[in-house]
Protein backbone atom coordinates (compact mmCIF):
# COMPACT_ATOMS: atom_id res chain seq x y z
CA UNK A 1 0.00 0.00 0.00
CA UNK A 2 2.54 2.49 0.70
CA UNK A 3 4.63 1.32 -2.08
CA UNK A 4 1.62 2.29 -4.10
CA UNK A 5 1.20 5.96 -2.64
CA UNK A 6 4.74 6.49 -3.22
CA UNK A 7 4.89 5.39 -6.80
CA UNK A 8 1.67 7.59 -7.24
CA UNK A 9 3.27 10.52 -5.40
CA UNK A 10 6.39 9.98 -7.43
CA UNK A 11 4.72 10.14 -10.43
CA UNK A 12 2.29 13.27 -9.87
CA UNK A 13 5.86 15.00 -9.48
CA UNK A 14 7.67 12.90 -12.12
CA UNK A 15 10.80 12.61 -9.96
CA UNK A 16 13.61 11.90 -12.50
CA UNK A 17 14.32 8.03 -11.22
CA UNK A 18 11.66 5.68 -9.58
CA UNK A 19 13.64 2.60 -9.25
CA UNK A 20 16.31 1.51 -7.73
CA UNK A 21 19.26 -0.68 -8.93
CA UNK A 22 18.96 -4.20 -7.78
CA UNK A 23 14.89 -4.51 -8.27
CA UNK A 24 15.19 -6.53 -11.72
CA UNK A 25 12.45 -5.67 -14.40
CA UNK A 26 9.33 -5.31 -15.21
CA UNK A 27 8.63 -7.35 -18.99
CA UNK A 28 5.05 -7.12 -20.92
CA UNK A 29 5.07 -9.46 -23.60
CA UNK A 30 3.15 -7.23 -26.33
CA UNK A 31 3.87 -10.04 -29.35
CA UNK A 32 5.00 -13.53 -28.56
CA UNK A 33 5.22 -14.95 -32.18
CA UNK A 34 7.63 -15.16 -34.89
CA UNK A 35 4.76 -15.36 -36.99
CA UNK A 36 2.22 -15.93 -38.97
CA UNK A 37 -0.35 -13.78 -36.55
CA UNK A 38 -0.48 -10.64 -37.36
CA UNK A 39 -0.92 -8.73 -34.04
CA UNK A 40 1.09 -10.90 -32.22
CA UNK A 41 4.36 -10.80 -33.80
CA UNK A 42 7.66 -9.76 -31.82
CA UNK A 43 7.62 -7.19 -28.95
CA UNK A 44 8.44 -6.72 -25.09
CA UNK A 45 7.64 -3.61 -22.80
CA UNK A 46 10.83 -3.65 -20.41
CA UNK A 47 10.84 -1.41 -17.86
CA UNK A 48 12.71 -1.43 -14.42
CA UNK A 49 10.51 -2.44 -12.06
CA UNK A 50 8.31 -0.18 -10.42
CA UNK A 51 9.15 2.64 -12.93
CA UNK A 52 6.67 3.54 -14.96
CA UNK A 53 8.84 4.41 -18.31
CA UNK A 54 10.00 1.82 -20.42
CA UNK A 55 10.98 0.51 -24.14
CA UNK A 56 10.01 -1.97 -26.23
CA UNK A 57 12.91 -4.63 -27.67
CA UNK A 58 11.35 -4.75 -31.08
CA UNK A 59 7.68 -3.29 -32.05
CA UNK A 60 5.62 -6.30 -34.72
CA UNK A 61 2.70 -5.64 -31.90
CA UNK A 62 2.03 -2.71 -30.31
CA UNK A 63 -1.74 -1.11 -30.32
CA UNK A 64 -2.73 -4.94 -30.49
CA UNK A 65 -0.32 -6.19 -28.04
CA UNK A 66 -1.15 -2.98 -24.93
CA UNK A 67 -4.71 -3.99 -25.72
CA UNK A 68 -4.50 -7.90 -24.99
CA UNK A 69 -1.93 -7.02 -21.96
CA UNK A 70 -4.86 -4.11 -20.79
CA UNK A 71 -7.26 -7.19 -20.96
CA UNK A 72 -5.26 -9.23 -18.91
CA UNK A 73 -4.46 -6.78 -16.07
CA UNK A 74 -0.71 -5.93 -17.02
CA UNK A 75 -1.32 -2.28 -16.57
CA UNK A 76 -4.16 -2.44 -13.33
CA UNK A 77 -1.26 -0.29 -11.24
CA UNK A 78 -1.38 2.41 -14.22
CA UNK A 79 -3.47 5.22 -13.40
CA UNK A 80 -3.97 7.80 -16.41
CA UNK A 81 -3.70 11.12 -14.88
CA UNK A 82 -6.99 13.03 -14.75
CA UNK A 83 -6.04 15.68 -17.43
CA UNK A 84 -5.11 13.10 -20.21
CA UNK A 85 -7.47 12.51 -23.08
CA UNK A 86 -6.19 8.95 -23.24
CA UNK A 87 -7.24 5.52 -22.57
CA UNK A 88 -5.38 3.08 -20.63
CA UNK A 89 -3.90 1.95 -24.19
CA UNK A 90 -3.50 4.99 -25.43
CA UNK A 91 -1.73 6.49 -22.21
CA UNK A 92 0.91 3.58 -22.36
CA UNK A 93 1.66 4.04 -25.85
CA UNK A 94 2.20 7.82 -25.58
CA UNK A 95 3.72 8.04 -22.62
CA UNK A 96 5.17 5.09 -21.13
CA UNK A 97 6.93 3.81 -23.73
CA UNK A 98 9.44 6.31 -24.26
CA UNK A 99 11.35 4.46 -27.40
CA UNK A 100 11.88 1.86 -29.31
CA UNK A 101 14.38 -0.76 -30.04
CA UNK A 102 14.85 -2.22 -33.25
CA UNK A 103 16.77 -5.66 -33.76
CA UNK A 104 16.28 -5.43 -37.77
CA UNK A 105 13.41 -4.37 -40.21
CA UNK A 106 11.88 -7.11 -40.79
CA UNK A 107 8.37 -6.35 -41.02
CA UNK A 108 7.50 -9.02 -38.01
CA UNK A 109 9.75 -6.90 -36.25
CA UNK A 110 8.25 -3.18 -36.97
CA UNK A 111 4.57 -3.73 -38.30
CA UNK A 112 3.45 -2.95 -34.51
CA UNK A 113 5.35 0.94 -35.08
CA UNK A 114 4.32 1.11 -38.21
CA UNK A 115 0.69 1.11 -37.56
CA UNK A 116 0.39 3.39 -34.91
CA UNK A 117 2.63 5.96 -35.55
CA UNK A 118 -0.29 8.37 -36.62
CA UNK A 119 -0.87 8.46 -33.01
CA UNK A 120 2.02 7.72 -31.57
CA UNK A 121 4.03 10.19 -29.86
CA UNK A 122 7.37 11.81 -30.45
CA UNK A 123 10.47 9.43 -29.41
CA UNK A 124 13.52 7.91 -30.42
CA UNK A 125 14.23 4.40 -32.36
CA UNK A 126 17.33 3.02 -31.58
CA UNK A 127 18.67 0.47 -33.53
CA UNK A 128 22.24 0.28 -35.43
CA UNK A 129 23.13 2.25 -38.35
CA UNK A 130 21.97 -0.35 -40.91
CA UNK A 131 19.00 -1.07 -39.18
CA UNK A 132 17.76 2.99 -39.33
CA UNK A 133 18.88 2.92 -42.32
CA UNK A 134 16.24 0.41 -43.96
CA UNK A 135 13.11 1.49 -41.46
CA UNK A 136 13.65 4.80 -43.22
CA UNK A 137 14.19 3.70 -47.33
CA UNK A 138 11.85 0.59 -46.77
CA UNK A 139 9.04 1.57 -44.41
CA UNK A 140 8.92 6.14 -43.75
CA UNK A 141 9.59 6.84 -47.50
CA UNK A 142 6.14 8.18 -48.10
CA UNK A 143 5.58 5.49 -50.43
CA UNK A 144 5.14 2.58 -48.06
CA UNK A 145 3.98 4.93 -45.22
CA UNK A 146 4.31 8.84 -44.91
CA UNK A 147 7.76 9.53 -43.19
CA UNK A 148 7.44 9.98 -39.41
CA UNK A 149 11.08 9.90 -39.20
CA UNK A 150 13.68 12.86 -39.03
CA UNK A 151 15.79 11.48 -42.03
CA UNK A 152 15.36 10.32 -45.79
CA UNK A 153 12.55 11.21 -48.02
CA UNK A 154 11.08 15.23 -47.31
CA UNK A 155 8.96 16.23 -45.81
CA UNK A 156 10.51 14.91 -42.47
CA UNK A 157 7.46 14.49 -40.02
CA UNK A 158 9.84 14.00 -37.16
CA UNK A 159 8.12 12.13 -34.90
CA UNK A 160 10.37 9.33 -34.69
CA UNK A 161 14.17 10.49 -34.11
CA UNK A 162 16.04 8.08 -35.41
CA UNK A 163 19.53 7.19 -32.58
CA UNK A 164 22.36 4.97 -34.51
CA UNK A 165 23.72 3.08 -32.04
CA UNK A 166 27.22 1.83 -31.80
CA UNK A 167 28.29 -1.79 -31.23
CA UNK A 168 28.86 -2.77 -27.99
CA UNK A 169 28.69 1.13 -26.67
CA UNK A 170 26.74 1.99 -24.19
CA UNK A 171 23.75 4.29 -24.63
CA UNK A 172 21.32 6.31 -22.41
CA UNK A 173 17.61 5.60 -23.17
CA UNK A 174 16.55 9.03 -23.13
CA UNK A 175 13.59 9.43 -20.19
CA UNK A 176 14.01 5.94 -18.80
CA UNK A 177 16.85 6.00 -16.06
CA UNK A 178 17.82 2.75 -18.38
CA UNK A 179 20.78 2.28 -20.92
CA UNK A 180 21.04 -0.10 -23.67
CA UNK A 181 24.30 -1.56 -25.52
CA UNK A 182 23.52 -3.02 -29.18
CA UNK A 183 25.21 -6.15 -30.21
CA UNK A 184 24.91 -7.20 -33.71
CA UNK A 185 23.97 -10.73 -34.59
CA UNK A 186 24.07 -12.27 -37.94
CA UNK A 187 20.69 -13.47 -39.44
CA UNK A 188 20.85 -15.24 -42.89
CA UNK A 189 22.74 -12.22 -44.46
CA UNK A 190 20.89 -9.87 -43.05
CA UNK A 191 22.45 -7.62 -39.63
CA UNK A 192 20.10 -8.10 -36.53
CA UNK A 193 20.87 -6.97 -33.08
CA UNK A 194 20.54 -8.37 -29.38
CA UNK A 195 20.00 -5.34 -26.96
CA UNK A 196 21.76 -5.21 -23.32
CA UNK A 197 19.53 -3.01 -21.63
CA UNK A 198 20.65 -2.08 -18.08
CA UNK A 199 19.51 -0.45 -15.12
CA UNK A 200 22.02 0.17 -12.31
CA UNK A 201 23.86 -2.96 -12.28
CA UNK A 202 20.71 -4.86 -13.76
CA UNK A 203 21.15 -6.02 -16.95
CA UNK A 204 18.68 -7.99 -19.30
CA UNK A 205 19.57 -9.09 -22.70
CA UNK A 206 17.23 -8.91 -25.58
CA UNK A 207 17.69 -10.65 -29.20
CA UNK A 208 16.46 -10.14 -32.46
CA UNK A 209 16.72 -12.93 -34.82
CA UNK A 210 20.00 -14.87 -35.07
CA UNK A 211 20.80 -17.94 -36.63
CA UNK A 212 23.68 -20.03 -34.51
CA UNK A 213 27.21 -19.11 -35.01
CA UNK A 214 28.01 -22.16 -36.51
CA UNK A 215 25.62 -21.86 -39.43
CA UNK A 216 26.06 -18.21 -40.21
CA UNK A 217 30.01 -19.15 -39.79
CA UNK A 218 30.28 -15.66 -37.30
CA UNK A 219 30.73 -15.37 -33.76
CA UNK A 220 28.28 -13.01 -33.28
CA UNK A 221 26.83 -14.80 -30.05
CA UNK A 222 29.97 -16.12 -28.28
CA UNK A 223 31.04 -12.37 -28.49
CA UNK A 224 27.93 -11.85 -26.58
CA UNK A 225 28.07 -14.62 -24.21
CA UNK A 226 31.97 -13.24 -23.38
CA UNK A 227 30.50 -9.54 -23.24
CA UNK A 228 28.02 -10.66 -20.58
CA UNK A 229 29.42 -13.10 -18.58
CA UNK A 230 30.81 -11.45 -15.05
CA UNK A 231 26.93 -10.24 -15.21
CA UNK A 232 25.80 -13.84 -15.50
CA UNK A 233 28.56 -14.68 -12.49
CA UNK A 234 27.47 -12.23 -10.74
CA UNK A 235 23.17 -12.60 -10.91
CA UNK A 236 22.80 -9.06 -12.42
CA UNK A 237 21.75 -10.84 -15.86
CA UNK A 238 18.14 -11.12 -14.67
CA UNK A 239 16.75 -12.67 -17.94
CA UNK A 240 17.40 -13.75 -21.32
CA UNK A 241 14.65 -13.12 -24.86
CA UNK A 242 16.45 -15.28 -27.26
CA UNK A 243 14.35 -16.52 -30.33
CA UNK A 244 13.54 -20.44 -31.22
CA UNK A 245 12.08 -20.48 -34.61
CA UNK A 246 11.87 -24.10 -35.24
CA UNK A 247 11.85 -27.68 -33.65
CA UNK A 248 14.92 -29.73 -33.67
CA UNK A 249 13.40 -31.52 -37.02
CA UNK A 250 14.49 -28.26 -39.33
CA UNK A 251 17.51 -28.58 -41.25
CA UNK A 252 20.34 -26.87 -40.83
CA UNK A 253 20.34 -25.85 -44.57
CA UNK A 254 16.84 -24.05 -44.07
CA UNK A 255 17.16 -22.24 -40.69
CA UNK A 256 17.11 -19.16 -42.85
CA UNK A 257 19.04 -17.26 -39.77
CA UNK A 258 17.24 -18.60 -37.02
CA UNK A 259 17.65 -20.95 -34.28
CA UNK A 260 16.26 -24.44 -33.02
CA UNK A 261 16.60 -25.82 -29.40
CA UNK A 262 19.43 -27.75 -30.32
CA UNK A 263 21.50 -24.97 -31.38
CA UNK A 264 20.13 -23.03 -28.50
CA UNK A 265 21.31 -25.25 -25.80
CA UNK A 266 24.66 -25.46 -27.42
CA UNK A 267 25.09 -21.69 -27.32
CA UNK A 268 23.93 -21.90 -23.98
CA UNK A 269 26.21 -24.34 -22.76
CA UNK A 270 28.94 -22.43 -24.48
CA UNK A 271 27.15 -19.31 -21.67
CA UNK A 272 28.24 -21.50 -19.23
CA UNK A 273 31.55 -22.52 -19.99
CA UNK A 274 32.37 -18.45 -19.60
CA UNK A 275 30.54 -17.98 -16.60
CA UNK A 276 31.19 -20.66 -14.74
CA UNK A 277 29.40 -24.04 -13.97
CA UNK A 278 26.11 -24.13 -12.41
CA UNK A 279 25.94 -20.03 -13.70
CA UNK A 280 22.86 -20.45 -15.41
CA UNK A 281 20.76 -22.03 -12.38
CA UNK A 282 17.46 -20.63 -12.71
CA UNK A 283 17.88 -17.86 -15.10
CA UNK A 284 15.17 -16.97 -17.09
CA UNK A 285 14.92 -17.83 -20.53
CA UNK A 286 12.14 -16.30 -22.49
CA UNK A 287 11.94 -18.08 -25.72
CA UNK A 288 10.33 -15.47 -28.08
CA UNK A 289 9.96 -16.22 -32.00
CA UNK A 290 7.83 -19.22 -32.24
CA UNK A 291 5.86 -19.49 -35.54
CA UNK A 292 2.18 -19.74 -34.92
CA UNK A 293 1.02 -23.21 -36.50
CA UNK A 294 -2.32 -23.14 -38.85
CA UNK A 295 -1.90 -27.06 -38.81
CA UNK A 296 -3.26 -29.90 -36.88
CA UNK A 297 -1.49 -31.21 -33.93
CA UNK A 298 0.70 -30.32 -31.28
CA UNK A 299 1.58 -26.86 -31.15
CA UNK A 300 4.94 -26.22 -32.17
CA UNK A 301 5.89 -24.50 -28.40
CA UNK A 302 4.86 -27.34 -27.13
CA UNK A 303 7.95 -29.69 -29.10
CA UNK A 304 9.90 -26.81 -28.85
CA UNK A 305 9.52 -26.75 -24.73
CA UNK A 306 9.98 -30.52 -24.83
CA UNK A 307 13.12 -30.56 -26.58
CA UNK A 308 14.46 -27.68 -24.62
CA UNK A 309 13.99 -28.76 -21.29
CA UNK A 310 15.25 -32.68 -22.61
CA UNK A 311 18.89 -31.02 -22.59
CA UNK A 312 18.34 -28.72 -19.72
CA UNK A 313 21.05 -29.79 -17.58
CA UNK A 314 21.98 -25.95 -16.87
CA UNK A 315 18.78 -25.60 -14.76
CA UNK A 316 17.89 -22.61 -17.13
CA UNK A 317 14.31 -21.59 -16.30
CA UNK A 318 12.87 -21.96 -19.76
CA UNK A 319 9.77 -19.56 -20.49
CA UNK A 320 6.97 -20.26 -23.26
CA UNK A 321 5.50 -16.53 -23.67
CA UNK A 322 1.98 -15.67 -24.07
CA UNK A 323 0.83 -11.95 -25.37
CA UNK A 324 -0.23 -9.80 -22.47
CA UNK A 325 2.02 -12.11 -20.09
CA UNK A 326 3.81 -9.72 -17.34
CA UNK A 327 7.03 -11.28 -15.24
CA UNK A 328 8.72 -9.58 -12.96
CA UNK A 329 12.60 -10.14 -13.71
ZN1 LIG B 1 11.47 -12.31 -37.33
ZN1 LIG C 1 14.06 -11.53 -39.34
Same mark, same amino acid.
Given at each position: ????? &???? !???? +??????????GFDVVTLGARGGIEDGNLSAYLISPHGDPRGVTCDAGALVAGLRVAEAKGAFDTVTVPADSPYTRVGYMLTDRIRGYLISH?? &???? !???? +???????????YALPSVNS??????FNWEAWPNFGNRGKEPLLKKYEYRDLPASG???????????????????????????????????????????DEVEKATRIAD?????????????????IIEVSYTNAQPDKFLFGHLTPAWLLKSLHGLEEKAGKGSLKDLPVV????KYSLKKGPLPQEDILKELQAG??????????????????
Open positions: MKRTI &LFAL !AACF +ALPTLSRAGEAH &LDHI !AGLI +AASPDDAKKPIDIEQTYKVELTGTGMSVTAFPLSHGGVESTAFLVENGKDALLCFGDTGPIWTAVADKVRARQLKAIISHINDLGVNFIIPEQGMKWRF
